[in-house]
Every structure is written in C-alpha cells, then in structure tokens.
C-alpha cells in the first residue's frame, strides 16, 4: 500500500513528543536530517547567552559565584547523567570528547599494569583511532582492531567501542562486550556520541567502566560544545588521568605546588570550564524536560521506520547499508549510492540536509525532539527528485 502525506500527518497527530518542536528554532521550509552531526539550536539557548553577558558584565568575576558558573561542569554532569544510565556522580561535563577519550585511555591503561594492548574497531570514528593510536605510541603499547580479528585475552588493558556506528547505525552490544571484557579483566571504554539523547543508554546496567560523549548533536548544544566523561563510581578512585591541570585540584585556591586529585570525576577537570559552552549546553538541555528516554526511542524508531518504508517505494537505487531491524540500529539511516554526495547537494538546494560520507555513504539523522514525520515524507519526495534514474 502506497505511503501518503497523509499517512505522515497522522503519525504527527498521534505524536506524543510532537509539542517538543516548539522548542526549537528552524527555518522554514528546511527539513534538517543531521542532527546526528549538528542538533538544531533550541530557543532558550539565545536568552542563556543573552543573560550570560549581563552576568559577566555586572558581576564580573564574582559571577563565578552569583550566577553558579563554579557548579557547572558537575550540574551539566548530573543532567547528562539521566540520559546514560549513570548515578549523578558518575559523569561530568568538560573538554572535548577527544580529550576525555585520551585521558580514561591512558587512566584505563595504567590502572592495568603488565599488560601490552588496547583493542578498538577499525570502523570507529577517525578522531577515535586516531586517539587510541597515539596513546599506544605514548604507552608503549600494541593497538589491535576488533573487526579485523584482534583477539581479546588477557594481554588486553581496554577495549574501545563506539554504541552506534557513526556509519551505519548499527548499535552495539554494550552489556554482551562489556561481560567480554570482564571476562578477560580487561575495562571497557563506550563512546556515546552517536547514541545519548535519542535511544536509551545503560552504563549502569551494562556494567560499563569508562564513556565519553559529545554534546553537539542528539544533545543540542551547539557547534563544538563541551563534552562529557563517565567513571563508575567503583573506579573513580583510581583513575590517574594524565593531564593533571589545576581545573582537577582537590583543593585549587590553596595554589599547592604539587597535583592533588579532586574527588570524583571532578579530577578528569583541567582547566577553567568553557562557560560560555556550558550556559548554551544547560538551556538546549532543558528541552529533555519530562521526556524519557524510552519515548525518544520510539519517536526515532517511527521516523526511521517511516524513511526506510518510503525509500523502498520511491528511492530504488539506494542501498540501505543500516541494519533493517529498527532494534538494531540507532536514530540515523544509512543508504548508498555511487551519486551521493550529488544527490545530497542538490537535496540541500531543495532544503532537505543530510550527510555525506565518503565514498558513497548518505546518513539522515532523525532526532526525536523536533523531526516530524512529515518532514521524513517531504524528504523524500524531495530527494526522489534528484535520484538519478
């Protein structure tokens, strides 16, 4: 049976998160799929920065106090927390995702002395290997792939795995790989940027050691806002991250000469916090506000569902290269063509955006808080257009 827009219009009536798009501000007429790479700005983040400014300029540096820019790294924990199946204490917000993976990786390596490598997938995020790679050179240590049958034994300190492959989608076995490591004594290292704030996290029950994340696109915190770490409480002593920096002192104002873990994640800290980022990351956060993550998940399984159903009625020549299964996949869907990047630039000229991935990889990111299902119709009646035959 053909799919209508009408068919679309009722999903969106039906739609119990549907009110949630209000809270965001997108151009008309634009149907914004890339979510999974940039979120769409929420409305409160320009009256954040706004009133940020008259902060710093009426208080000046005693707003570090009055208007709470000291609590921030850990409130912003406690709130992406929720999110990731994480205690309060076990995440905070600081630095980039990138920097946060260096860090856990190198705590994670020294908290397994004698033992000589750390395990990744090939097909992770570059930035990722690129990481891991330097820390084995750091470390002196061996770097194998997963994917492209590095054992794991008992010589492994950490394994690295991204949830859902930025790719493709496909979602992990996070307690499945997680139990593997153990079973080794390895730790195990999650990489959530492709996954927190669309489809349900469980650091907690999946036993989980280590996890950074960005805040940039399912999140909504604007272009390179700061990132977010995870120590399970029952590590969180141990950790010796290696950038020991004032911003993680026990006790900072006592301007002590040598380094004293603060309690906590509050030691993976460095530096002062990039407050700006951080006001921008705590209102686009507010948009969450009474919604659970279960409902995330089931508006972001419709939406891909919806796309994948079209795709099969009128984008023939693509390749769904995600998972069929909506269970087994992320909020994003994946298709290949040998024309994509093409086909997603003339898309953009008809206001659909999407992304590319090289050589021929087309990712459409369906964030729950303010894609509808009619955008996913007029998406592909727009891309249609451009398809060659």
Same mark, same amino acid.
């Given at each position: 049976?053909?799919?209508?827009?009408?068919?679309? +219009?009722?999903?969106?009536?039906?739609?119990?998160?549907?009110?949630? %798009?209000?809270? =965001?501000?997108?151009?008309?007429?634009?149907?914004?799929?890339?979510?999974?790479?940039?979120?769409?700005?929420?409305?409160?983040?320009?009256?954040?920065?706004?009133?940020?400014?008259?902060?710093?300029?009426?208080?000046?540096?005693?707003?570090? $106090?009055?208007?709470?820019?000291?609590?921030?790294?850990?409130?912003?924990?406690?709130?992406?927390?929720?999110?990731?199946?994480?205690?309060?204490?076990? +995440?905070?917000?600081?630095?980039?995702?990138?920097?946060?993976?260096?860090?856990?990786?190198?705590?994670?390596?020294?908290? %397994?002395?004698?033992?000589?490598?750390?395990?990744?997938?090939?097909?992770? =995020?570059?930035?990722?290997?690129?990481?891991?790679?330097?820390?084995? #050179?750091?470390? $002196?240590? #061996?770097?194998?792939?997963?994917?492209?049958?590095?054992?794991?034994? #008992?010589?492994?300190?950490?394994?690295?795995?991204?949830?859902?492959? *930025?790719?493709?989608?496909?979602?992990?076995?996070?307690? $499945?790989?997680?139990?593997?490591?153990?079973?080794?004594?390895?730790?195990?290292?999650?990489?959530?940027?492709?996954?927190?704030? &669309?489809?349900? +996290?469980?650091?907690?029950?999946?036993?989980?050691?280590?996890?950074?994340?960005?805040?940039?696109?399912?999140?909504?915190?604007?272009?390179?806002?700061?990132?977010?770490?995870?120590?399970?409480?029952?590590?969180?002593?141990?950790?010796?991250?290696?950038?020991?920096?004032?911003?993680? !002192?026990?006790?900072? *104002?006592?301007? &002590?000469? #040598?380094?004293?873990?603060?309690?906590?994640?509050?030691?993976?800290?460095?530096?002062?916090?990039?407050?700006?980022?951080?006001?921008?990351?705590?209102?686009?956060?507010?948009? *969450?506000?009474?919604?659970?993550?279960?409902?995330?998940?089931?508006?972001?399984?419709?939406?891909?569902?919806?796309?994948?159903?079209?795709?099969?009625?009128?984008?023939?020549?693509?390749?769904?290269?995600?998972?069929?299964?909506? &269970?087994?996949?992320?909020?994003?869907?994946? @298709?290949? !063509?040998?024309?994509?990047?093409?086909?997603?630039?003339?898309? &953009?000229?008809?206001?659909?955006?999407?992304? @590319?991935?090289?050589?021929?990889?087309?990712?459409? $990111? =369906?964030?729950?808080?303010?894609?509808? !299902?009619?955008?996913?119709?007029?998406?592909?009646?727009?891309?249609?257009?451009?398809?060659?035959?």
């Amino acid at each position: 049976m053909t799919i209508t827009r009408a068919d679309a +219009v009722r999903l969106d009536a039906a739609d119990p998160l549907a009110g949630l %798009r209000d809270r =965001f501000d997108i151009p008309e007429g634009v149907v914004y799929l890339d979510g999974n790479s940039l979120g769409a700005p929420p409305r409160a983040v320009a009256g954040a920065l706004a009133a940020f400014a008259d902060d710093w300029r009426r208080d000046l540096i005693g707003a570090w $106090g009055s208007a709470g820019w000291g609590g921030l790294a850990a409130r912003l924990g406690t709130r992406v927390a929720r999110l990731v199946g994480a205690a309060e204490d076990e +995440v905070i917000v600081t630095d980039t995702t990138s920097g946060n993976l260096f860090k856990l990786l190198v705590a994670a390596c020294r908290m %397994r002395p004698g033992r000589s490598r750390v395990l990744i997938e090939a097909a992770n =995020f570059p930035s990722d290997l690129y990481v891991a790679q330097g820390v084995c #050179e750091l470390l $002196g240590l #061996e770097l194998g792939y997963l994917d492209e049958g590095a054992p794991l034994d #008992e010589t492994v300190a950490v394994v690295v795995h991204s949830h859902v492959d *930025f790719r493709t989608g496909e979602i992990a076995d996070m307690a $499945g790989l997680t139990a593997r490591a153990h079973d080794v004594g390895a730790l195990m290292l999650w990489d959530l940027c492709h996954s927190a704030g &669309a489809i349900p +996290v469980d650091l907690t029950g999946a036993g989980a050691d280590l996890a950074v994340g960005c805040t940039y696109k399912y999140l909504n915190g604007g272009p390179g806002s700061p990132a977010y770490a995870y120590v399970a409480g029952r590590l969180q002593d141990r950790v010796r991250q290696p950038i020991t920096g004032w911003g993680g !002192h026990a006790r900072r *104002f006592a301007m &002590a000469r #040598e380094f004293e873990p603060a309690p906590g994640t509050a030691r993976l800290q460095v530096s002062q916090a990039p407050v700006i980022g951080m006001v921008a990351l705590d209102a686009a956060l507010d948009a *969450f506000e009474g919604v659970t993550v279960e409902a995330l998940r089931d508006k972001a399984a419709s939406l891909g569902e919806l796309f994948v159903a079209l795709a099969a009625e009128r984008l023939p020549a693509l390749r769904l290269v995600s998972p069929r299964d909506p &269970a087994a996949r992320g909020s994003q869907v994946s @298709f290949a !063509h040998p024309a994509a990047e093409r086909i997603l630039a003339e898309a &953009a000229e008809r206001g659909v955006v999407g992304d @590319f991935r090289p050589p021929e990889t087309m990712r459409f $990111g =369906f964030a729950p808080l303010y894609v509808r !299902h009619v955008d996913v119709y007029e998406a592909v009646e727009r891309i249609a257009a451009v398809v060659p035959a």
